[in-house]
């Protein structure tokens, strides 16, 4: 594995993000559907977790800000979802392949990033899990819904038990790459089997 | 032109943006129409696209922090919708005075100010319209509705288009106060003919 | 009073929001209730406004990813809810406790960290409000509801008021320890005054 490994993970985890993000608004309901709404819908879901890791790291210039490739990586993905709307639907319905590839990388490379700045371990470990779900949560909130981690089977602790685990490996002295392959393979796994068998975490009944 | 021209413009486009904001708060069926709401959210539309761009581009201090002349233009914007809540409603409604310059403005301003920053121009471009549309996609997103750019003609493409066509007449080397003039009044004019006429960007259909 | 004084005092007021953002969570009726949702709820509340004013002055590294005891006492307020989850909403609901603690704190905070920026005392009240009120305005959006700003009772008038207290009483030189004391005492009892009398500011009426 050589340097640039890592960056084009990155790209790669950019472009599946506008997917989906692009993909739903698409089906919402209420959406006007247009060509902006798409394409801005997908930019907001791609960069939003990653932007408010780096404004809250003070981390600048801001990514897409710096290399324009990111911002290339989302208009490919655009246009990918114009192109082929029913096939890239499909996958992501059938193989959960967008958003959950999406959060795996973004959850690894947020903390790599976190720790890189020096920054402690909790709050690498949650600076990981906003860098991954944030895009998601300023979308839903753009649309009017109540995020999608405040609603769904086991999301956000999947990111959170992955940046755990980096951490863990980076301790140890893990190679960086295969630690990224491991970790958001790990994210992957966890949130792939709680949607196959419709798990979430304990909930808290304050009026029974 | 001397050198104050832009900001002279950027203090007018923060006061329209002002108006437009309170206004809506005004009207909001669900608001408490209290003077702190209105304030607040003449405030957070005169702000909040601004302070999105300057925060992503690490630009320090944030102009309103910096700069108080910012916040006393948006308090007499405030007093005018105190005062004038009919005759400022009726010019909105009429002419589309207040959003419309505001965004005119900002998108021309924000595309600027992200060029002096060394950005590329796919960012910058996106910059500029962000300036232009943020503050009141946070303040459509505080009343809880879908932003107006969600539903409405044509609205941050016309931002699009009048932060490329600034780039290109910046490359062309047009003088800077003669481009923020007519990039701003391109916005202004796709703005109002995409009301006039109720156009819109094509729609896309995923399920016929 | 030693020179950590406000320190603790800060803490205190995370510790208090965090309460009170995750009590929220539980009583929400939409809301899945779960673990995860109830601290991400609690570390919103408790983190938003502060991480807003130091991304808006640029404060870098931001209070939370600088020291991690700001996320021990964000945990320690998870775990007494998750414990003591009626004890905690009886004392708030009959004493106010948790909430109009955390924005007399957060008041006085914010705008004693704006000046030592060497902000202007327009921009400096403000930011002492924003700190107090944007991590609740952050919860109530993502929850999907009109903020509580925009709804209830004289609230972020009286971290304002606050504010403004707190920058006259630092003109006249008064001990910033006690100006702490005495300006978040001030923003706690117009709070309380307001809730009991049912208080507001006054209404400004478009179509009578």
Same mark, same amino acid.
């Given at each position: 594995m050589d340097? !640039?490994? /890592?960056?084009?993970?990155?790209?790669?985890?950019?472009?599946?993000?506008?997917? /989906?993000?692009?993909?739903?608004?698409?089906?919402?309901?209420?959406?006007?559907?247009?060509?902006?709404?798409?394409f801005?819908?997908?930019?907001?879901?791609?960069?939003?977790?990653?932007?408010?890791?780096?404004?809250? %790291?003070?981390n600048? #210039?801001? !990514?897409?800000?710096?290399?324009?490739?990111?911002?290339?990586?989302?208009?490919?993905?655009?246009?990918?979802?114009?192109?082929? #709307?029913?096939?890239?639907?499909?996958?992501?319905?059938?193989?959960?392949?967008?958003?959950? %590839?999406?959060?795996?990388i973004?959850t690894?490379?947020?903390? +790599?990033?976190?720790?890189?700045?020096? $920054?402690?371990?909790?709050? !690498?470990a949650?600076?990981?899990?906003?860098?991954?779900?944030?895009?998601?949560?300023i +979308?839903?909130?753009?649309?009017n819904?109540? @995020?999608?981690?405040?609603?769904?089977?086991?999301?956000?602790?999947?990111?959170?038990?992955? /940046?755990?685990?980096?951490?863990?490996?980076?301790?140890? =002295?893990?190679?960086s =790459?295969?630690?990224?392959?491991? /970790?958001? !393979?790990?994210?992957?796994?966890i +949130? $792939? $089997?709680?949607?196959?068998y419709?798990?979430?975490? @304990?909930?808290i009944?304050l009026?029974?």
């Amino acid at each position: 594995m050589d340097f !640039s490994f /890592s960056y084009y993970i990155g790209l790669a985890g950019i472009m599946v993000f506008a997917i /989906s993000g692009a993909l739903s608004a698409l089906e919402h309901k209420d959406h006007h559907h247009d060509l902006f709404s798409v394409f801005f819908t997908g930019f907001i879901t791609a960069i939003g977790g990653g932007t408010l890791r780096d404004i809250t %790291l003070g981390n600048y #210039p801001v !990514s897409w800000v710096r290399d324009e490739n990111i911002l290339w990586a989302i208009f490919v993905g655009f246009l990918l979802v114009i192109l082929l #709307p029913r096939i890239l639907t499909k996958l992501r319905d059938e193989l959960f392949l967008f958003d959950t %590839l999406g959060i795996g990388i973004y959850t690894v490379l947020g903390t +790599r990033i976190a720790l890189d700045h020096g $920054v402690n371990f909790f709050a !690498s470990a949650l600076l990981g899990m906003i860098s991954a779900i944030f895009g998601g949560v300023i +979308r839903d909130t753009l649309m009017n819904e109540v @995020p999608f981690i405040f609603r769904k089977e086991i999301y956000a602790t999947a990111c959170l038990a992955g /940046s755990v685990l980096y951490i863990i490996l980076n301790i140890g =002295n893990i190679d960086s =790459n295969w630690n990224l392959v491991i /970790s958001a !393979s790990v994210v992957v796994a966890i +949130r $792939v $089997v709680a949607v196959r068998y419709n798990l979430g975490l @304990p909930k808290i009944k304050l009026f029974e």
